[in-house]
């Protein structure tokens, strides 16, 4: 099985407002980068896109590690989410339970983790990591390539 090493990032201008994802696949001495934008999303929902679009991009079953500067990315997939399937995609709040936020795009990260074995590690975002700082630069060129957004 491959081993591919994926660093991903994702954010919008206003929360929300314009958004980019991004992401650098790494298998061996090759290197791939993928990157996409849409016009209105929060940085939430690019960072769970830049991990489901780098996911899908392989062609075959890999053992697969994503870093990510997302919490919410990391704990959402590793820890949060057997437990909102097991409350039917409903997390508890305040002593209420309400539905989880981005479900569909879970939903999808989860059926494209299936065909990997997959494990996500956090790491410092913005402090000098270099495939963390390109896939910001990423992010940033795909926001800009939006009509009207460049500055």
């Known amino acids: 099985m491959k081993k591919v090493v994926i660093h991903t990032d994702g954010g919008a201008r206003g929360n929300p407002g314009p958004g980019g994802w991004a992401a650098v696949l790494v298998h061996g001495r090759h290197t791939r980068e993928i990157s996409g934008a849409e016009a209105l ?5 690019m960072e769970l896109r830049a991990a489901i679009e780098a ?3 392989l062609k075959e079953p890999c053992e697969v590690e994503i870093w990510t500067d997302s919490v919410y990315l990391q704990k959402g997939f590793m820890e949060w989410m057997p437990k909102w399937k097991a409350m039917g995609w409903r997390r508890k709040e305040g002593g209420r339970t309400k539905p989880v936020l981005n479900v569909e795009l879970w939903q999808e990260l989860e059926r494209q983790a299936a065909r990997h074995r997959v494990s996500f590690h956090w790491l410092p975002g913005h402090r000098g990591h270099p495939l963390n700082e390109r896939c910001d630069c990423l992010v940033q060129q795909a926001i ?3 009509p009207g957004e460049r500055e």
């Open 41 to 45: 999303t929060t940085n939430n929902r």
């Open 144 to 146: 800009d390539e939006l």
């Open 55 to 57: 996911l899908e991009a």
